[in-house]
């Protein structure tokens, strides 16, 4: 069973850097496929972020230039580096990790921007 738990979020000023973590349970990080995603209120579930196991990665057009999504394999942990942050990126913040057929998702952390 994988369980993953996040950390970081909070409020921050517009033009302020976050850094989410995301540490998940188990001895099976290396085989995870980990990726960020986020809903705001009324809003859908979108994709922010993924990284692969060889650590290639894929951006949200919205977030690229600005976020930077990294694992660290000894630590077992996924990170989302936030920068230049914006108003419209206040949501909730979820980790994910998919191994096959299975997808995992942690309790997610707020992220609320200010002007």
């Known amino acids: 069973q994988v369980q993953l738990a996040e950390s970081g979020g909070g409020l921050v000023q517009s033009g302020g850097s976050q850094r989410l973590s995301c540490v998940v349970s188990g001895n099976f990080f290396y085989t995870l496929a980990m990726g960020w995603y986020r809903q705001a209120p009324g809003k859908q579930r979108e994709l922010v972020a993924t990284i692969s196991i060889t650590s290639s990665t894929n951006y949200a057009d919205s977030v690229k230039g600005r976020f930077t999504v990294s694992r660290d394999h000894a630590k077992k942990t996924l990170y989302l580096l936030m920068n230049s942050l914006k108003p419209e990126d206040t949501a909730v913040y979820y980790c994910?990790?998919?191994?096959?057929?299975?997808?995992?998702w942690g309790q997610g952390t707020q992220v609320t921007v200010s002007t």
């Open positions: 994910n990790a998919k191994f096959g057929s299975a997808e995992y």
